[in-house]
């Protein structure tokens, strides 16, 4: 019936998209169906809950979801329902717990999900079969370099096979680590906006804005140092904007961390924690694999429809409503590096990213003013035409433009006309 | 050194006057000419180790002077700035040695912005020198009750 | 058009209901229409109003109604509506006035609804007539023991018919004054959440929880007293769960009054009020009569949709929206009883109930908890099977269950099925 | 699909309309396409932007708008919304700007609309033609005596043919300027109600109300003066309300003006400003026609659907959503007169209207009583059939009933079943 | 004449009393006996000349002595009155002289008017004589935090 | 005895922050060891006789030490507490003699509790005994701007 309102053939077109997309809250109602409620959303980190017992809450689309770690030390995906009468049965963001208890009549369930306790038993027969009052499990959940997806469809296809391109640049972020993996447990900042949650996905890989809308940082990196951020996310860059298909899509600086020799490396580190490091990659990795994994440094791109890894930080895009959006930066820690490089990169999420931080904050200026621009109707398309002209296809089937270039934009559009026209 | 708490109330209510204006110059002119500076507003919780979790603010001097030039620096900020009022007040001295005055406060600020009126709250210690010029601050850290909670943009000075 | 998109024999099944009753606009829409706007609800009692010119504002469903006494003593349920152009007439929720005077152009009423002020007369010709524009009335009122409800439906059963079973049980409340009335004129608590008012109906004969919600409160009754609660509320409780038909239901405490000589001598009266009391009591029953009212003591039921009685207290149900409620709460003077055991009566109410009460709350947590609970949509029931193997069929055509059973809120959605799917 | 909802004629009777034309968002959305996004909508004066580069932002409907003057002095129309990713470009309520630039990638366009800056040009190729990017316009707009409107439709009648009878109002009331216009550079009163906007405009003309609603305002204005206010709103008034056809209405003080000398002359004005005034008047229309535009005075009357004039203001109803709206008071001078005249005009706007003003909060706080009041449904109508005897058709096709009659609502509601049912 | 800042808060917080409670004639009383009053709260912003532009308030004593008779007689006030509650605090005395003090504060008022809770925000300058009868009101501006946004009644004392 | 306004805001400021930070213990600490209490909010007006009429709260000793009990014990609260932060200001002396002080003050309370931010306002009036070991109340009333509304939970001190 909602799918019967709105065509997508129409309301998406190849170099534009209808500002109802936004603000309609049939598609919103739609997009829960047909991606959040369907696609494998990321919901956290194995390493968010190390010890058995750990647990954190999230949310798949709207609906709240714990997942805990067992202490047989494997994960579940559990929603956060009483199978009684559907009071939450776990109110904490995070912790350690080995049973959640439902307050209003005591049900208890272990951190399987399994039904432990129920008082007053004798109110149940034998017909009552406790097992199938275990707390619902979200129908499939995967995991990929310690990353958690769920999904609330039982059916379609493998997560790796969905990650597709992007599974190699996971790899890239994370063959930074020394030892092979990333650890999230440095808290997590949360930042919300009055506006549709798919502008926080575009703009993720929207190399076009930077210069101009984060001018003021700009001003800050360049002040008293020769950056020349024109040849970074300007006309004169080498760096492309790229189409990985299913709706990932990627800034890649390659070129440029190359010559700089690879933005894992910022200046004014000590010459101590840079040998540490080098040392412990190319114990790992061997001297050759190491250098080019520290020259390319770390990818920036998303995964359709709601991860995005940017510098040292894994962002995540939680809907609210139609017109409101949450979005979480999770700075990530890479395990065996020297405290000295890890801190920076604590650093560099908060300096740089939530409600105070100096690049963060205007993009979300930017998504409020485009939603209030949306209320004028006269003309309701977005243009995404940019670069058309100058892209080409790459033989991984992904496709390249120049980095200011609307390549990006154009992947997630043809993919959420995809899923949403199905 | 003594000092009542008539004096630092005077000194915070500048403060917020200063923050509630937008004068970021003159405001980061009420923080200590030496030594080191903490501008510190925790996330997550009110006392999560700064060093080893994510803070909302958490600044020292460069970072400070960055902050101070960026709001100056940001065009669409002059377009439109949020306009600001708060309310200071539970000023508490809690401790007061030979080189440092440690105070507490409420503040409760509303902020309009876009047409949209939304409500900050929390509390704020102080930790104070007493230099020629007057008081000058030394570390502040601002404790917002919803520090866990998803914020919106908050780009003015709390 | 709405009945056709909820098939309510779907969503209320025998032994378990959807989550969707609780949070689909819809729903509550036709919940409006099918029992707000059609069955009995109780509004007011008339001791609220006890002089001619008395009167209190009140809402049926959302509508807003007066409830006023006029100079004869007669009550009229009138809507607050002014007939010219719909200004509210009446701006206060309790007072004492003879006419009602719109504030916009000076339209005067009665307290019978009549238009007895029109300014400027010369506008209307003989045309019209006054008798056209008094008020609207609510299409049908009766009271019962001095309890007002109105009907918004001008046909249906009679109240008495209505109430069926819930009767006795009012008489059983109101018996315990030595008058024979009770007196409502000692204010009203009043309590909101951000739930369906089902919750707060099904609560208030759920008892399921009260030792395991209500711990802390328990732990307050017990401490330094050799009271049992597992004997009251517990597996060991001779108390029963009874489903009254029509949608009414009673946790039947009498088992227990009886041992304990009945709730109304709470331990630590003065012996001379406990003699006043039953001395009046007997004066007005005789003596057996007057034991026996005594030990069985004030009942523990509600009446479908909004009212329940509990100790000694009236509460009343109103839906606000789909997901916000408002519950209050208003003490009951035993008319002809000593002063301490009314204000005894008094405190009680506000020391447990209410926003600060001891008890009160944790059922509003608990209601919050649920409709975040009913987020998660994997599993969508509410299992409402606890005793179903043991409860038995009355004679007086009611179901008799355990205490702790479901048997309560089964009769409930029954009824709510009956009606719904009319 | 909307109009198939509701049935105008039966919602809106000659002598009666129903409450639910002031409550249903699906009526309020449908006013939006038949009569925001049809009419002719006031937007500004040209006053208000006097110089190049002036403009100010506003409202047609719910979308928003740019009115700027360009270096030529034209006036534009423009939509508040960037042509590549819909930010709004322009932030401010009033300002000077030869370009606006959008924050986020920094298209830029002049005050005339066209697009004169895209960074980073390479993007587009020779396909990309600016003029199809230039920022949208309102289809139609145009002016009357400095009143500028304008039409999200481009078809329809002309201004001058949709104005009809409340032209020459309009001339009445800028005739009162020596030089023959109103200057509107005073600033504005902004004042919002939660309720429909139908009521702000059917108040305005609503001659029945004041000296009951208002009666704290006309003790003060009689107080220690012999001014007999039923002489003027009252019973025994001899002005006359009347329905000017298209739905605009006025209420008629000429009658009472020409006793008076016209409302131009408050009393306690000096001798000398009288004196300059007349003088200027004099010398512009002549002896005779002067002393009748003096006595005359200015006209009391609104324009369907938005602008409502009466004293010294200009009033503005800006809906926002069906139970919420704001009005504008936006006081005029006269060109010409003297500055006594024009300051005792300023303050007669902010002393007597806006949120702390000594008339227009009673009408305010009607309008939510009203919104309350349409709760009740028993009864949904509103009354409108004050002097329906007593009104007369005059040969301007206009209809005059006494001051205090509904001939107003009634033209207004005839007008507005008329564009509803279209 | 010097006065203590503790003093000029008792005052404000009396003010505040009665504006809460409104007590019209009470706080009317607080005005100067003579010379001329001013009670001006700026509209479209926070300084715009109340002789060229509106202002949500801009009351001389006539006027001033009609606001507090109108809000005296309105019938449908005493039928629905909003409920106040404000706390006002960063009192400072910005200037005194022989004859006025000067002094600024902020505050946040809660309203409660027909079951809806707004939330009125801003800074009040207030310049005052000593008379001798206590301190008295010459003049008094308050700065509306949403002065340049649509306003619902201000039926009250602000 | 004579008590400077300063030492009662001291009191009250000391007393919010107990408040704001759930520690019952400590707050049930400040009131008088001896003697009757009584901690009362009133409902359906500001003054209905407690006796004859439903309170929000009225406590005396045994009901007061009860409610601390049942906050402690309460299992819900330890997994979600309220967050709150509240301002005290317009503290006033409106009575003292040899052994007892009337103060007045206003509130504003800003409570977040499961991701809703919930404004409280309102007055008190506390009366005061000075014991050895400092100020002591005797009686505290609090005066709610909606205490005729429907209120949330109040699962808190206040
Ligand atoms: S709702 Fe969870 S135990 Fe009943
Ligand atoms: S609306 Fe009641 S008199 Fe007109
Ligand atoms: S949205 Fe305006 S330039 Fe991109
Ligand atoms: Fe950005
Ligand atoms: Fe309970
Ligand atoms: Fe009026």
Same mark, same amino acid.
């Given at each position: 019936?909602?799918?019967?309102? @709105?065509? %997508? ?12 997309? %936004?603000?309609? +809250? ?28 750990? %647990? ?40 350690? +717990? ?40 979200? #129908? ?24 597709? @391109? ?11 680590? #020394? ?37 003021? +940082? ?110 979480? %930066?999770? #700075? ?5 590096? #020297? ?84 | 050194?003594? *000092?009542?708490r008539?004096?630092i109330e005077?000194f915070l209510y500048?403060e917020a ?5 937008? $004068? ?15 501008? /510190? *507003? ?20 460069? !970072?400070?002077?960055? $902050? ?7 065009? /669409? ?5 949020? $306009?600001?009022?708060r309310v200071v007040s539970n000023v508490e001295i809690e401790? !007061? ?5 440690t105070a507490s406060s409420n503040f409760v600020l509303? !902020?309009?912005?876009?047409? *949209? !009126?939304?409500? /900050?709250a929390g509390s704020s210690v102080h930790?104070l ?11 502040k850290k601002v404790v ?15």
């Amino acid at each position: 019936m909602l799918s019967g309102r @709105n065509d %997508y053939r129409e309301l998406v077109q190849d170099d534009r998209v209808s500002g109802r997309l %936004y603000y309609d +809250a049939a598609v919103f109602d739609e997009e829960l169906e047909k991606i959040w409620y369907r696609d494998w959303i990321y919901v956290a980190h194995e390493s968010e809950i190390p010890e058995p017992g750990d %647990y954190v809450t999230r949310f798949i689309g709207l609906q709240p979801v714990i997942v805990s770690r067992d202490e047989d030390r494997n994960i579940h995906l559990l929603l956060n329902r009483c199978m009684h009468r559907g009071n939450t049965v776990c109110q904490s963001e995070r912790g350690n +717990a080995h049973a959640f208890r439902c307050a209003y009549h005591g049900w208890t369930y272990n951190n399987r999900g399994a039904l432990v306790g129920v008082p007053y038993a004798a109110g149940y027969d034998g017909s009552f079969a406790r097992e199938e009052y275990a707390l619902a499990r979200v #129908p499939r959940s995967a995991s990929y370099r310690g990353l958690i997806f769920g999904s609330m469809s039982a059916s379609g296809p493998g997560l790796e096979q969905r990650l597709g @391109n992007a599974a190699r640049l996971i790899d890239q972020f994370i063959d930074l680590a #020394p030892a092979g993996e990333v650890i999230l447990r440095s808290g997590v900042l949360k930042h919300s906006f009055r506006g549709n949650w798919k502008m926080a996905l575009e703009n993720s890989v929207d190399g076009y804005h930077p210069n101009i809308l984060h001018h003021a +940082a700009m001003m800050l990196i360049t002040k008293g140092r020769k950056v020349d951020m024109e040849a970074v996310f300007g006309e004169h860059t080498d760096a492309l904007a790229r189409d990985l298909g299913g709706g990932s899509a990627q800034l890649d600086l390659t070129p440029i961390n190359r010559e700089r020799g690879g933005r894992v490396v910022p200046h004014g580190w000590s010459a101590m924690a840079w040998e540490q490091y080098l040392d412990a990659m190319q114990r790992r990795w061997g001297v050759d694999r190491a250098r080019e994994i520290i020259q390319v440094g770390g990818p920036h791109f998303c995964i359709f429809p709601n991860i995005i890894f940017i510098l040292n930080q894994f962002r995540v895009i939680q809907p609210v409503s139609v017109e409101e959006t949450v979005v979480y %930066y999770y #700075p990530t820690m890479l395990k065996g590096a #020297p405290d000295e490089m890890n801190q920076r990169r604590l650093a560099e999420t908060y300096l740089i990213h939530g409600p105070a931080g100096r690049v963060a904050p205007d993009d979300f200026e930017a998504y409020e003013r485009n939603q209030e621009g949306f209320r004028a109707r006269a003309n309701e398309w977005l243009v995404l035409r940019r670069g058309l002209h100058r892209e080409r296809r790459e033989s991984a089937g992904t496709i390249a433009g120049h980095e200011t270039d609307e390549t990006t934009q154009r992947g997630i559009w043809r993919h959420y006309r995809e899923v949403m026209q199905a | 050194m003594s *000092v009542e708490r008539s004096a630092i109330e005077r000194f915070l209510y500048r403060e917020a006057h200063l923050m509630d204006n937008h $004068r970021y110059a003159d405001w980061f002119a009420l923080w200590a000419e030496e030594g080191p500076l903490t501008y /510190w *507003v925790p996330c997550n919780g009110d006392d999560l180790d700064p060093k080893a979790n994510v803070s909302i603010i958490y600044d020292t001097r460069t !970072q400070l002077r960055n $902050r101070v030039a960026r709001l100056n620096e940001t065009l /669409w900020l002059r377009e439109r700035a949020p $306009r600001l009022s708060r309310v200071v007040s539970n000023v508490e001295i809690e401790d !007061q040695n030979a080189d440092e005055i440690t105070a507490s406060s409420n503040f409760v600020l509303v !902020q309009l912005h876009r047409h *949209v !009126q939304h409500l /900050w709250a929390g509390s704020s210690v102080h930790k104070l020198i007493s230099a020629p010029s007057g008081l000058r601050i030394r570390s502040k850290k601002v404790v917002l009750i919803n520090n866990d909670e998803p914020l919106p943009n908050l780009m003015f000075l709390i």
